[in-house]
C-alpha cells in the first residue's frame, strides 16, 4: 500500500493565521489526493479532492496544492470554526485508499 | 439526500464475532464503491475494507485480512462487514464512506459522504 506521511503532527495557531500543512506519498500519485477535516465525535468531511478542488459548500479560505509526492493544504485565515484535525487520503490505488496520520489544529 | 447508517457495533469478547451493517439511502446504490473506515480511540483513519459497485473486487488492510469480509446486497441497498476472531486492537469505530467516483464516471476518488459511524469495543 502506498504510505502517507503528514507533517506537522499538530500546531497551534491563532484566529487569522495562515495555516499550511503537508502531505507526502512514498510513490508517485499524481493528483490523487484528498483532503479532509474531522471534528471530535464527528465523521470526516472531504474538503479537497484531486489536489486543489474545492468540494462542494467548502470555504474558499481552504486551497490545495501539489502534484507527484509532495502536497500542501493552506487555510489563508484559520477561522474559530477550523480547528479540528486534517487528514490527507492519497486515491491512487484503486479500492486501497490510505490516509495520513492527520495533523491537529489547535488553538495557540 | 443521501443517508448512510451504520448499525450493528457493541461490546464482544476477544476471539468473537460481529456483523456490522451500513444502509444507504438517496442514491443509486449500486454505481458506488464503498469503503469501512475505523478510528480506534485518539487515533486516525484507517481504511479496513473496500468494495467495488457490483461487488466484484474487494480490498483488505493487512491488519483484518483473513478476518473481516466485505459484502454488499444492491437489492437492499446495504453494506456488511463481517469480523471474525476480534481482538482488542479492534476496538474503534467503524464508519462506512461513499465514494464518491461512480462507476462510469471521470471523477477521482474520494469520500464524499460518511455514516456516523458504530462503536466496536473488543473486550474481556
Known amino acids: 500500500d502506498i504510505q502517507m506521511t503528514q507533517s506537522p503532527s499538530s500546531l497551534s495557531a491563532s484566529v487569522g493565521d495562515r495555516v499550511t500543512i503537508t502531505c507526502r506519498a512514498s510513490?508517485?500519485?499524481?493528483?490523487?489526493l484528498n483532503w479532509y477535516q474531522q471534528k471530535p465525535g464527528k465523521a470526516p468531511k472531504l474538503l479537497i479532492y484531486?489536489?486543489?478542488s474545492l468540494h462542494s459548500g467548502v470555504p474558499s479560505r481552504f486551497s490545495g496544492s501539489g502534484s507527484g509526492t509532495d502536497f500542501t493544504l493552506t487555510i489563508s485565515s484559520l477561522q474559530p470554526e477550523d480547528f479540528a484535525t486534517y487528514y490527507c487520503?492519497?486515491?491512487?490505488?484503486?479500492?486501497?485508499?490510505?490516509f495520513g496520520g492527520g495533523t491537529k489544529v489547535e488553538i495557540k | 439526500q443521501v443517508h448512510l447508517v451504520e448499525s450493528g457495533g457493541g461490546v464482544v469478547q476477544p476471539g468473537r464475532s460481529l456483523r456490522l451493517a451500513c444502509a444507504a439511502s438517496?442514491?443509486?446504490?449500486?454505481?458506488?464503491?464503498i469503503y469501512w473506515v475505523r478510528q480506534a480511540p485518539g487515533k486516525g483513519l484507517e481504511c479496513v475494507a473496500a468494495?467495488?459497485?457490483?461487488?466484484?473486487?474487494?480490498y483488505y488492510a493487512d491488519s483484518v485480512k483473513g478476518r473481516f469480509t466485505i459484502s454488499r446486497d444492491n437489492s437492499k441497498n446495504t453494506l456488511f462487514l463481517e469480523m471474525n476472531s476480534l481482538r482488542p486492537e479492534d476496538t474503534a469505530v467503524y464508519f462506512c464512506?461513499?465514494?464518491?467516483?461512480?462507476?462510469?464516471?471521470?471523477?477521482?476518488?474520494?469520500?464524499?459522504?460518511w455514516g456516523q459511524g458504530t462503536l466496536v469495543t473488543v473486550s474481556s
Open positions: 464512506a461513499r465514494d464518491g467516483a461512480s462507476y462510469g464516471s471521470s471523477s477521482y476518488s474520494c469520500f464524499d459522504y
Open positions: 438517496g442514491f443509486t446504490f449500486s454505481r458506488y464503491a
Open positions: 468494495i467495488s459497485y457490483d461487488g466484484t473486487n474487494k
Open positions: 510513490q508517485r500519485i499524481g493528483i490523487y
Open positions: 484531486a489536489a486543489s
Open positions: 487520503q492519497q486515491s491512487y490505488s484503486p479500492l486501497a485508499l490510505t
